[in-house]
Nanobody, 118 residues
């Protein structure tokens, strides 16, 4: 059973960088052909796919977020991370990490609330 767990600060100041880590257990992030994604849901809005890092280390980003988003990984720890720079209050959301093996995620983390506020 694959499990994902997000970790990181719950409060970030405007203009700073939001950093989150997803720790995977019960599976390896290098297993073909899975894509490890970050997805967020702002209050009162739908889910937004932010980007992903593939089993081979390739990265993919939402065009609307690409300029200030970076996803990396630590294969020795089966972790992948999100960095979102120059955040604004509009980046307040519940952030999820998820595994995608087809068109849709099959495993999700529980989500972590991140609030951008001074």
């Amino acid at each position: 059973q694959v499990q994902l767990q997000e970790s990181g600060p719950g409060l970030v100041k405007p203009s700073q960088t939001l950093s989150l880590t997803c720790t995977v257990s019960g599976g390896s992030i290098t297993t073909s052909h899975y894509y490890w994604s970050w997805i967020r849901q702002p209050p009162g809005k739908g889910l937004e796919w932010m980007g992903a890092i593939a089993y081979d280390g390739s990265t993919y980003y939402s065009p609307s977020l690409k300029s200030h988003t970076s996803i990396s990984r630590d294969t020795s720890k089966d972790q992948f991370s999100l960095q979102l720079s120059s955040v604004t209050p509009e980046d307040t959301a519940v952030y999820y990490c998820a595994r995608v093996g087809g068109w849709y995620p099959d495993y999700w983390g529980q989500g972590t609330q991140v609030t951008v506020s001074s």
